[in-house]
């Protein structure tokens, strides 16, 4: 777990991310037209990055997925995402690796998304990542800017169930506490959901509240192969866009 601090001008007052995860380049479902789409959008929008995991589709002999269906190997899977995201560096906040890149890992030592993060010049973590944004001015206290504080982490779970998923996502609260946002895949189901915590302010003897959104990032894999035959429900694929507000604490979800 790794905290990275990422401060933009005090003018700005909106500042949009798309959380982007399970492209899994190199399997034959992978669809990188539906991803170039978005990230159109994101051109389009001024906006920012998160990749988080199973960037790379990484099939080994002795894993799930089928190694002779893949259309090239990890090394090509790798310099494929370089080229990909490189016109992209100045724009990803961060990286997390997935559990399809960790496959390599185990098998040689050789963590591909941490290369993929150093030819990128982006920030990474094995694990998961804090990101403390702060943006604008805020309108109550002109002096400060708005911060917004997004735990992110690959993933885990099978569930098949919309609750179920909702789920795994909701308990990342347990592992950091004030969060505003949290980012989870894994899953390829693109979800949110919105919680409202209180905690008492023992030095202003208040009592606070404060929304907290939990969020899967979804997919760009079109159904078939596994999820097919283990009877999983296709998904809509893409992702989740985040608005953040720069001139009060406030966050946009859009579908």
């Not at 199973?54 to 259309?71: P, T």
């Not at 290369?115 to 990101?131: C, G, H, T, W």
């Not at 789920?167 to 505003?180: F, H, P, R």
């Not at 023992?202 to 997919?219: A, E």
Request: charged fraction near 25%.
């Amino acid at each position: 777990m790794r905290l990275i601090k990422k401060e933009f001008p005090k003018d700005l007052e909106k500042l949009y991310i798309l959380p982007i995860s399970d492209i899994h380049y190199g399997d034959p479902l992978c669809d990188i037209g539906k991803l170039d789409r978005y990230l159109n959008w994101a051109k389009e929008n001024n906006a920012y990055l998160i990749l988080n995991g199973d960037l790379a589709d990484c099939a080994l002999i002795n894993s799930i997925g089928n190694v002779y269906r893949q259309k090239i190997n990890p090394q090509e899977q790798l310099d494929f995402l370089y080229e990909y995201f490189k016109p992209w560096k100045e724009k990803i906040l961060g990286i997390v690796s997935g559990n399809h890149e960790l496959r390599i890992f185990r098998s040689s030592g050789i963590d591909i998304i941490k290369e993929l993060a150093r030819l990128l010049e982006v920030e990474y973590d094995m694990d998961s990542l804090i990101l403390k944004i702060s943006l604008g001015s805020d309108r109550g206290r002109k002096s400060r800017q708005v911060s917004y504080l997004i735990y992110i982490t690959h993933g885990w779970g099978n569930g098949r169930t919309a609750g179920a998923k909702i789920n795994m996502i909701e308990s990342l609260n347990g592992i950091v506490s004030n969060a505003d946002i949290y980012i989870a895949s894994h899953i390829h189901k693109a979800i949110a959901s919105q919680n409202i915590i209180f905690w008492v302010d023992d030095k202003n003897n208040s009592i606070i509240q404060k929304k907290q959104f939990f969020i899967s990032s979804g997919s760009f894999l079109n159904y078939g192969d596994y999820a097919e035959r283990k009877g999983y429900r296709p998904a809509k694929m893409g992702t989740i866009r985040i608005r953040l507000d720069g001139t009060r604490k406030d966050v946009h979800i859009a579908m």
